[in-house]
């Protein structure tokens, strides 16, 4: 006998009532094996700018969009990613991300220190590139150690680049990085920047920094035709206006590699990266902190060993001060 639709309840889910039923749905996509490999260079507004065979006789750029299957994936700049559709790169045409390649590094960060939320800036680079003025804006040194912090969380390695010298000394600056070895160029307006292309040949690297320190004036000098728009500094407020609203990578012309100029940022939250790995980014503390401190130190307790460490000329006040003032604005408090 005909069971009514009232007779059905949960015991019942695998019964069709339709006498047709429906088409039994699958997982099983596509591999698209024949997917066109490609370089995502620029992101807006859910379109992607691809560089298709990047550095090969047959380059071209395609704007493609994200495939469905990807689900919430997110796609940005430096990605490899797999497109299929119309990859020839003709105006209006339009391709489809269908894969995203396994990252070998991302940069990340929060918007403050208490957001659960992180968001990726660049995938697959290998340098940070922390730029920061000596004058006009002041330096921020608790923001240059968040990035370093991100850098070495992020497995990269970081170079310091200290604009504007023809208006500071960065004698003090440098003396405080020094301990933890990073690389380093001081920059002057209209000089040469030979010894920043040979930090960067070769690599791809990440340009960070805070609105008004120079960020694309260096893009625009190693890259003649990148045409970065330019930024200056409120004389009132000590501040940069943002002028690059969304990442871009471009290649350099000559020793190879690529550069990804970024927006700057007022602020770098390090609510993803755990606690205890904070440290790591201060090779002059950790030492101490392995040898001195009692287990499961926060570096802010009273028997923390740190301070007898940097009493014993190990390392110096100033960076000690530098980790807690991170640490504590980690927790939520502020810088």
Known sequence: ???????????????????KGSRPRTRIRPAHEEADAALVVAVDRGRYRCLVDAGGAGERQVTAMRARELGRKGVVVGDRVALVGDTT???DTLARIVRVEPRGSALRRTADDTDPFE???VANADQLVIVTALADPEPRP??????????YDAGMEPVLVLTKADLASPD???????PLGVPYVVTERGAELEALRGLLAGHTSVLVGHSGVGKSTLVNALVPDAERAVSHVN?????????????????????GGWIIDTPGVRSFGLAHIKPENVINAFEDLAEGAAERCPPGCDHLQADCGLDSWVEDGHASRARLDSLRRLLRAREGEPE
């Open 1 to 19: 006998m005909a069971r009514r639709a009232r007779d059905y309840d949960e015991d019942d889910v695998r019964i069709r009532p339709s006498r």
């Open 172 to 178: 003090a600056l440098v003396a405080e990085y020094a």
């Open 89 to 91: 790169g003709t105006p």
């Open 235 to 255: 004389a009132v407020t000590g501040r940069g206006r943002h002028t690059s609203s969304s990442a871009l990578a471009l290649e350099l012309p000559s020793g």
């Open 142 to 151: 608790r923001m240059i150690d968040r990035q370093l912090v991100a850098a």
């Open 119 to 121: 968001r990726i800036i």
